[in-house]
């Protein structure tokens, strides 16, 4: 006897629907509390914590900020910068940018940093930050094993259906999002540790502070 062949397809459809809202909620269960521990580390330089924040593009954005802030790259029209001034100080990171023949736009500024961002990352790693990249491929397929399950069900139903002559075009269309809901949460899976999102979450709630703080010069005159 076959399973659910005593459904209707539109039945078959909504408990479809439900496995998939909750194939999705899973899907963001597992990582959160299966990911490594790792550890926490409040020390980090504003590159590490921009890696941290966002990754190498996050990173690259911080390095190219902060020397347009300090004066050292202005804007070149047409999307692109220019050095202005190479002397001021800067982190190795920082140089490589500033050793870029002008004028260039952000994506070379980019491709120049990727060796600093992943030399950042490699030492994110060793303090315990960010996970492995085995720990990271586990995580992805645990998050979409869900999703495989469900496909597979979905799927033996429209095989099912099929050999009946029912119309299958909706179950069809929920197994496409099931596939492209299942590639997007493998592709987008946090690689920070427990402790390295707990580090973030400090760092940015002690930045805040100090901002909210009031300077000397508002103290006296409280």
């Keep these: 006897m076959q399973l659910f062949s005593s459904w209707t397809g539109g039945e078959f459809l909504l408990f479809y629907a439900v496995l998939l809202a909750m194939a999705v909620a899973a899907s963001w ?3 959160l509390n299966l990911r490594p ?3 926490r580390d409040e020390s980090l330089d504003s590159e590490s914590l921009a890696l941290l924040a966002g990754g190498p593009q996050r990173h690259a954005d911080s390095v190219i900020a902060d020397l347009y802030a300090q004066g050292g790259l202005a804007d070149a029209g ?3 910068l220019s050095v202005v001034n190479s002397a001021i100080p800067a982190s190795v990171a920082g140089k490589a940018v500033l050793a870029l023949e002008s004028p260039f736009k952000v994506n070379a500024a980019r491709a120049a940093l990727a060796v600093h961002a992943e030399r950042v990352t490699a030492r994110l790693r060793r303090q315990g930050l960010v996970a492995f990249a085995e720990e990271v491929n586990r995580l992805r397929w645990l998050a979409i094993t869900p999703f495989g399950v469900l496909f597979v069900t ?5 095989r099912a259906g099929s050999a009946l002559d029912e119309p299958t075009g909706g179950l069809v269309g929920l ?3 099931t596939v492209m809901a299942a590639v997007i949460r493998f ?3 946090d690689t920070r540790t427990a402790g390295g999102i707990e580090t973030y979450h400090r760092m940015c709630d002690r930045a805040e502070r100090m901002r909210r703080a009031p300077q000397p010069h508002e103290a006296a005159l409280a």
């Excluded at 979905?154 to 429209?158: K, V």
Aim: glycine share 16%.
């Design 78 to 80: 047409d999307g692109k």
């Design 154 to 158: 979905g799927l033996y139903r429209q």
């Design 29 to 31: 269960w597992i990582p």
């Design 187 to 189: 592709a987008t899976v």
């Design 37 to 39: 521990a790792g550890r």
């Design 175 to 177: 197994l496409i999002v």
